[in-house]
């Protein structure tokens, strides 16, 4: 099977080890520079997630505020996120919840992107009454 050569190609020519240690060292930076960020940038109320491996941040909103309602204003403001409803198993659970990927932007564009989410989630906020 070509999928199995090119694997084995790879794995012969490049030190796995090596390349999982940089990706462990890489995406931990960029998750302790997100959690940092949401920390001092999301309202009292927000509660945070940090996972112990992986590339995304689990986001729960404070007073129940509507992930896709924040979601439109965030998009507005050129940020996205996975509203982290669809992945409940019961219906109408987790509509404030959100997921966050650290891992495909530096440390930079984590702390813009994390100030254009607070935006929108005091935008909705405001429109709201929340």
Known sequence: DITQRILHRYLV???IDEHIDLIRSRYGG???AMVERLTQCMPEGTAIT?????MFLWLELPDGL???AVFDEAVARRVAFVPGQPFYTR???GAST???NFSCVDEDAIAVGVERLAEAVDAVRRRTGS
């Open 13 to 15: 020519d490049n030190d």
């Open 66 to 68: 509507d992930a896709m």
């Open 50 to 54: 940090e996972p112990e491996g992986g």
């Open 98 to 100: 959100l997921r966050l």
């Open 30 to 32: 960029q998750c302790r």
């Open 91 to 93: 219906p109408g659970v």
